[in-house]
């Protein structure tokens, strides 16, 4: 049952860049562009609202609609906030997407986010795979990357740590639960 829940995570595989809507979308449709791609992660309380999007257009995290249709980029800023939102406050997000946009593209800055949360919580199941297996000596290595992002890696490091412990914390209590009732 634990492999279940975890399967979603490891197999993880979030949008590319090209792969997402290179035409103007209404919110709506943003919202739910969004959650599909992060439903692995995230249970109902941490999915991504048209009011939450409304707010970060007036707070200035993210570009304004253009015409009230929101494209590609606008799709990204929302995937990246809504990934960070619970491990980093609004203003820590937004220096850190400013930070990376001024290193590379927007595309090769959410590529490289992909990319990262994918392969650490592959990473980080793994470890605990072997965990379960007497035989393994477990070590484990995270690439701290020498192009100036080792913020962003450990922001997502932690993301991942965080995301897994809930879903294995909600795991262990489904099963406590069982427990107490077949008792």
């Known amino acids: 049952m634990r492999d279940n829940i ?17 035409f103007g979308i209404y919110s ?3 919202v739910e562009i969004v959650n599909k791609a992060l439903e692995a ?13 409304n707010n970060y257009v007036k707070h200035k995290i993210m570009p304004s ?3 009230k249709r929101y494209f590609r980029n606008h799709i990204v800023y929302c995937i990246v906030i809504t990934v960070f939102k619970n491990n980093l406050s609004m203003t820590e997000i937004d220096g850190g997407i400013l930070h990376e946009l001024k290193k590379s593209s927007i595309e090769e800055s959410y590529n490289y ?20 297996d007497p035989d ?14 080792n913020g962003l890696t450990l922001a997502i490091v932690s993301v ?20 107490i009732w077949v008792k």
């Open 6 to 22: 975890l399967t979603g995570l490891k197999e993880l595989k979030l949008p590319r860049y090209k792969d997402l809507p290179d």
């Open 28 to 30: 709506e449709q943003l």
């Open 41 to 53: 992660m995230f249970d109902k309380d941490n999915k991504l609202t048209k009011s939450m999007v």
């Open 65 to 67: 609609p253009i015409k």
């Open 113 to 132: 986010f992909c990319d990262k949360i994918e392969s650490v919580m592959r990473l980080i199941i793994d470890i605990l795979d072997k965990q379960d």
């Open 136 to 149: 393994t000596k477990m070590t484990a290595t995270i690439d701290v990357d020498l192009d100036k992002r």
């Open 160 to 179: 991942c740590t965080k995301v897994i412990t809930q879903k294995l914390l909600e795991y262990e209590l489904l099963n406590a639960k069982e427990d």
